[in-house]
C-alpha cells in the first residue's frame, strides 16, 4: 500500500466489520434469553446487562483512533491550491455515510417484512424482529467494503512517490 494512511483506513474498516460481529452475537444471545424467558412480544426489558454491548463499542472507538488519517490523507496528498476543499470532503465522505446508513436502516424493514403480518427485522418492538440479520447483513457489506478499499489501495500511487 502506497500510504501509511492507508493501514490506517484498513484498520478502521476492519474494526467496524468486528463491530458489526461482535453486536450481532450480542443480539443472537439478546433474542435468545427473549424467547427463553418468554418476553418477545411484551414491552419489557431483557435480563441483560448493557455490558454485554462494551465490546463493541470499544471496537468503535478503536477504529475512531485511525480515522483521522482520512483527513490527514487528503490534506497531504491534495494539491497545495486545493488543500482546503479537498479536507473538506472528508467531513462530506463523513456526512455521506451517516445517510448512507439511514437509507440502509429505512430499507431494511420494507424489504425484511413478509406477508401475514410478519414484523421484518427491524420491527417497533426489538423482541419480535431479528437485529441480528441486520447486524449480520451489515458485517457482510463491512467486509465487501474492506475487500474494496484493499483493492484500491494496493493500486494507489502516492503523490510523494509518484
Known amino acids: 500500500m502506497a500510504s501509511r494512511h492507508c493501514s490506517g483506513w484498513g484498520s478502521v474498516l476492519f474494526l467496524s466489520m468486528l463491530s458489526m460481529v461482535s453486536a450481532a452475537l450480542v443480539e443472537s444471545n439478546r433474542l435468545q434469553i427473549a424467547h ?61 455515510g451517516y445517510y448512507l446508513s439511514s437509507f440502509i436502516v429505512s430499507l431494511v424493514p420494507v424489504f425484511t417484512a413478509r406477508g401475514g403480518g410478519s414484523p421484518g427485522w427491524i420491527p417497533d418492538n426489538l423482541n419480535e424482529g431479528h437485529l441480528d440479520r441486520f447486524y449480520w447483513m451489515m458485517a457482510g457489506l463491512s467486509f465487501l467494503n474492506l475487500l474494496a478499499f484493499i483493492f484500491c489501495a494496493m493500486r494507489y500511487k502516492s503523490k510523494k512517490f509518484s
Open 36 to 96: 427463553a424467558e418468554g418476553l418477545v412480544h411484551g414491552e419489557v426489558a431483557v435480563p441483560m446487562s448493557i455490558l454485554w454491548q462494551g465490546p463493541q463499542y470499544f471496537l468503535i472507538g478503536a477504529g475512531e483512533v485511525f480515522s483521522i488519517g482520512l483527513q490527514e490523507f487528503f490534506y497531504e496528498e491534495s494539491p497545495d491550491a486545493m488543500r482546503s476543499i479537498c479536507l473538506a470532503f472528508s467531513f462530506a465522505n463523513d456526512s455521506a
